[in-house]
T-cell receptor, first 112, second 114 residues
């Protein structure tokens, strides 16, 4: 069983739609990360959160520690939001490390 | 804004050859990581490095792999004898002075082993 599960794996939306991507995890964590990966391959950190909710522009990330669940929302989606969105968790796994455990990603395509 | 850089962006090599992938983390960062992503698969942890030593390594990181921070700025990943299955995108990441802070990723090196 994967330690980090994302859904859906693929998502197609029309421009302007509200989008939700979900992430569930089964391990203890210190923080959950949402990352964006564009077709060229580079990875950009969007959010790091350990409780509650964070907002940046049209992006909102929430986490429920008790439920071991997080969601990434995109409001008023735009074609430039098309990318792979990855959930990853980091934890106190011992020692001087905070390795991230990654989900498989959600491929989002926003059509004009 | 400071960023993590990686060179080369693409490396093609023959099976059995040694490759060195280079990373320059953000200058005041203390924690360093290598991850890899095989085409179509999820990103996987390889190794973490702190205070000039490996702090954790995955099962993938066998004796063929080594890391080094030779001069206080570069952070390198060496694969001694490449295999076809080493073909992947390799990402370097770094974190500042707090271990659990945001990790900043480099743009990646695409390694192709023929």
């Amino acid at each position: 069983k994967n330690e980090v599960e994302q859904s859906p794996q693929n998502l197609t939306a029309q421009e302007g739609e509200f989008i939700t991507i979900n992430c569930s995890y089964s391990v203890g964590i210190s923080a959950l990360h949402w990352l964006q990966q564009h077709p060229g391959g580079g990875i950009v950190s969007l959010f790091m959160l350990s409780s509650g909710k964070k907002k940046h522009g049209r992006l909102i990330a929430t986490i429920n520690i008790q439920e071991k669940h997080s969601s990434l929302h995109i409001t008023a989606s735009h074609p430039r939001d098309s990318a792979v969105y990855i959930c990853a968790v980091g934890g106190n796994y011992g020692g001087a490390t905070n390795k991230l455990i990654f989900g498989t990603g959600t491929l989002l395509a926003v059509q004009p | 804004e400071p960023e993590v850089t990686q060179t080369p962006s693409h490396q093609v090599t023959q099976m059995g050859q040694e490759v060195i992938l280079r990373c320059v983390p953000i200058s005041n960062h203390l924690y360093f990581y290598w991850y890899r992503q095989i085409l179509g698969q999820k990103v996987e942890f390889l190794v973490s490095f702190y205070n000039n030593e490996i702090s954790e390594k995955s099962e993938i990181f066998d004796d063929q792999f080594s890391v080094e921070r030779p001069d206080g700025s570069n952070f390198t990943l060496k694969i001694r004898s490449t295999k076809l299955e080493d073909s992947a995108m390799y990402f370097c990441a770094s974190t500042g002075t707090v271990r659990t802070d945001t990790q900043y990723f480099g743009p990646g090196t695409r390694l192709t082993v023929l």
